[in-house]
């Protein structure tokens, strides 16, 4: 059974899952530098974990910018993708900040954009290079 619960980052115990799930997926994986992974929106973002049978393999936050509600840091576990986790994550962060009425937006992997096509985003302007992996920008428009 798929579970999601949210966490502020001062939530030490929660926090030390989130950040070694994002080491396994974006340091390890995907080869991002860890000063670019954890940076200094940590304390200021709402974070997220996804249990399956108690144990947590997915991980998300989101923050207010300048821009609005910028959805972030979204990895799922290699072992457990196409598990239902990355779907139950962002129904869960959606369902948290779109009553905040803010525009809602992202950067996606264009390996991940199909994902966030089907939940309701669509894409804003040009691919650009964060991180050293293509994205795009993509905006809630549901």
Do not use: C
Not at 22 to 45: A, G, T, W
Not at 48 to 53: A, E, F
Not at 60 to 83: D, P, Q, Y
């Amino acid at each position: 059974m798929i579970k999601v619960i949210s966490f502020l980052f001062s939530d030490k115990a929660h926090a030390a899952l989130a950040s070694e799930i994002r080491r396994n997926v974006f340091v390890e994986e995907q080869r991002v530098s860890p000063d670019e992974e954890y940076d200094e929106h940590e304390n200021e973002s709402t974070h997220y974990l996804v249990y399956l049978d108690d144990k947590a393999i997915g991980t998300a936050r989101w923050r207010k910018t300048e821009k609005g509600i910028k959805l972030e840091r979204f990895a799922v576990l290699k072992e457990h993708r196409n598990s239902g986790a990355g779907s139950a994550v962002l129904t869960k962060v959606l369902s948290d900040v779109i009553p905040l009425n803010e525009k809602i937006y992202l950067h996606s992997q264009v390996a991940a954009l199909n994902f966030y096509l089907k939940a309701g985003f669509v894409t804003e302007g040009d691919e650009f290079v964060e991180a050293n992996i293509r994205h795009y920008k993509m905006t809630w428009k549901k």
